[in-house]
């Protein structure tokens, strides 16, 4: 798997009546005449204001042949593919939308999935709420959608979206650690004008016709670009990207993921390949894709997506830091009090998480931000010190009268504490504790800790 984070946005396939709701799986799981000047930012909003020049140009083209123009632009019409989406007719002029080379080639290098030699991954592209996707599985898995016949049980959307990467992965891969095998995170050079994306390891491979949307960049925009206000999360509609994990976690179920990776991997050979699969093979290949399958749960299901400190723009640790020894017995929970208000969106978050790793460092003379995570209320964790060295987890907010949003708070409650657990980051019956019981501090916040003493995990300090 590659180090974007499109696993769970890599199912977008709307069905009449119920295209919403297999939307969430996959988010579980142009001139036509004269060169048009195109941005070579890899932003999904560029890959939107592109796509909606195509659909412009070409004014009545059904979503499906617009899907069937862009794949043809980045050349995705192997065996496999047409296997369930059919063949791509060279000399069809009414059913594929006309552009001119510039848009093409735009196109063509935000869908032609890739890792060079120099790690970097190609085909991906930076949204609105931080996260990395994968487009060609997005665009692969609504097509999917549009050509299905049946509801919500689309033929091809988990093979052409994420088993069969996901299966090769595990072939190429099964005798590497768990972690090599769904491959690495990574960083963007410049997040308000993305354009290299770095992995920060070795890649793995995985790197009703009324009622669906009119444009496909309305689609993405909706779902990428939705801005939260007031109560955040709590009052955001469903199908939003800032919610993909939790969808992706409600809508997949593991031994069908399992099911549809082999059977991937067993018409990759026959389609490809050009070869038959033994009996024996295929048991071992069972084997090792129920052992992968179990670390893709952990990760893209169990655990929380965490932003990486050179997404939020952290500065260098200072000093050499003193390793704690894991699985630890303890949570400690903060809130920031200044910055005071919840943080709604990547850019605004980011910015909290710098201000206030300047303010420990510079101010108060640490090595580093004073927290393990950070909690912003966009849906996302922000990594900090990371589990190995003492910090905590705190919210962006004052909560001295008030709460984080229900959503924030389940985020760290049931997400990254049963994530800790299941990584052996935290013992099971680990003990939850404010940090005003550890220092002289109203941290974090009366309310908040009013909220926490009913926990489960909640425990009181042994002298």
């Not at 400190?309 to 699985?327: D, I």
Request: aromatic share 8%; net charge neutral.
């Amino acid at each position: 798997m590659s180090g974007a984070q499109g696993v769970e946005d890599s199912m977008i396939s709307p069905m009449e009546p119920h295209w919403k709701w297999c939307l969430t799986l996959l988010v579980v799981l142009v001139s036509a005449h004269t060169d048009t000047k195109v941005t070579s930012s890899q932003h999904m909003d560029d890959f939107i204001r592109v796509l909606e020049q195509v659909e412009d140009s070409n004014p009545g083209l059904e979503p499906v042949n617009v899907l069937r123009g862009l794949r043809r632009a980045a050349g995705l019409r192997d065996e496999f593919m047409q296997h369930f989406l059919g063949t791509i007719r060279e000399d069809s002029t009414s059913e594929a939308p006309v552009m001119d080379s510039n848009l093409s080639d735009f196109i063509g290098r935000a869908m032609r999935h890739k890792v060079t030699e120099r790690d970097r991954e190609e085909g991906v592209v930076l949204t609105a709420d931080g996260t990395t996707v994968a487009m060609s599985p997005v665009l692969l898995g609504i097509e999917a959608g549009l050509v299905s016949k049946t509801r919500c049980r689309v033929r091809g959307l988990y093979p052409l979206t994420l088993a069969r990467n996901l299966g090769l992965s595990f072939q190429r891969f099964h005798s590497s650690l768990l972690s090599q095998r769904l491959g690495p995170d990574g960083c963007w050079d410049d997040v308000t004008s993305p354009q290299v994306f770095t992995l920060s390891d070795k890649p793995s491979l995985v790197s009703a016709q009324s009622q669906r949307p009119l444009k496909l960049s309305n689609l993405l925009r909706r779902y990428y670009c939705h801005h939260l206000e007031g109560e955040g999360l709590d009052a955001a509609p469903r199908l939003i990207s800032h919610l993909r994990r939790e969808n992706f976690r409600e809508l997949a179920r593991p031994p069908l993921l399992q099911r549809q990776v082999v059977r991937s991997l067993v018409l990759q050979r026959r389609l490809i390949d050009h070869s038959t699969m033994l009996a024996q093979e295929k048991e071992e290949l069972i084997a090792v894709v129920r052992e992968g399958i179990k670390e893709f749960v952990h990760r893209y299901m169990d655990c929380p997506a965490i932003i990486q400190r050179c997404q939020w723009g952290a500065a260098p640790y200072r000093g050499t830091p003193t390793p704690l020894s894991l699985p630890l017995s303890f949570m400690y929970i903060h809130h920031t009090y200044q910055p005071g208000q919840p943080c709604l969106t990547f850019q605004q978050c980011s910015a909290d998480m710098r201000s206030m790793q300047r303010f420990h460092q510079d101010d108060r003379g640490w090595d580093d931000i004073g927290y393990s995570f950070v909690a912003g209320s966009d849906g996302y964790l922000y990594e900090g010190r990371g589990w190995h060295w003492q910090g905590g987890v705190s919210f962006i907010g004052d909560y001295t009268s008030s709460l984080p949003s229900q959503q924030t708070m389940e985020l760290v409650r049931d997400r990254l504490a049963s994530c800790a657990v299941g990584g052996r980051r935290l013992v099971g019956n680990f003990t939850l504790y404010g940090h005003r019981q550890l220092v002289k501090t109203s941290c974090p916040g009366d309310a908040f800790y009013s909220e926490i003493t009913g926990r489960e995990h909640f425990g009181e300090v042994q002298n």
